[in-house]
């Protein structure tokens, strides 16, 4: 399993608020069944490298179907073999050392 952390920013919209995107963005994610979590700068989610890679290309589409003129995605994929990661392991590790 791996994890992905994708932030999409719906630009040319006319407007500064971009929460009707986000809001399809992450109704997307939720649908495609794997597990995610949405934060303010972004959304992490686990599954294989293939779904994940799939899964953006989708929800990059979304805030153009929706009407933005441009859109700005940054993944960030940490594609680990040597054992399994989760979505907050690496924030509890550093937490056990603080």
Known sequence: MA???ISIVPLGTGNTSLSPYIAKVIRA????GLSYEFHDMGTTIQ??????FGLAQTVHEIPFD????RVYTVIKIDDRRDKITKI???RRSVEKKL
Do not use: N
């Not at 994610?29 to 495609?32: A, L, P, Q, T, W």
């Not at 599954?47 to 994940?52: A, C, K, N, P, T």
């Open 88 to 90: 907050g392991q690496k």
């Open 29 to 32: 994610i939720k649908e495609s």
């Open 3 to 5: 994890l992905m952390e």
């Open 47 to 52: 599954g294989e490298v293939g779904e994940l």
């Open 66 to 69: 929706a009407g933005a003129k």
